[in-house]
């Protein structure tokens, strides 16, 4: 499985971006994949912000709950993470995450996932 994420940049705080995931080569087996994004910012720990099961259920992380709103559209293999209201402490490296998974199971840590792709940078200027 390969994850390459795109629309990152720098915004001002306050403003919006939207992060798209592109996924390809997935096996064909009875299950789906959970798939998440992930922040890491410098010298820290990479940490989830939201994840998605393959039902359509979804986790965010309380720093970000009502502010990042993750989505993915099946029949494009793709998944998105529309953030809104931006904040400086919002600036780190995005990265978009597979694990295989059963309909409903969610995944939030990191070593449970399989698939990364290369990261996006976001940066958000006070």
């Known amino acids: 499985v390969q994850l390459v994420e795109s629309g990152g940049g720098e915004v001002q705080a306050g403003g919006s971006l939207k992060l798209s995931c592109a996924a390809s080569?997935?096996?064909?087996?009875?299950?789906?994949?959970?798939m998440a994004w992930f922040r890491q910012a410098p010298g820290t720990e990479r940490e989830a912000v939201a994840s998605?099961?393959?039902?359509?259920?979804?986790r965010y992380a309380d720093s970000v709950k009502g502010q990042f709103t993750i989505s993915k559209v099946n029949a494009k293999n793709t998944l998105g993470l529309q953030m809104d209201s931006l904040k400086p402490e919002d600036t780190a490296v995005y990265y978009c995450a597979a694990v295989p998974a059963s309909y409903g199971e969610l995944r939030w840590n990191r070593y449970d996932y399989d698939f990364w792709g290369q990261g996006t940078q976001v940066t958000v200027s006070s």
């Open positions: 080569g997935y096996t064909s087996n009875a299950f789906g994949y959970c």
């Open positions: 998605i099961a393959v039902k359509g259920t979804t």
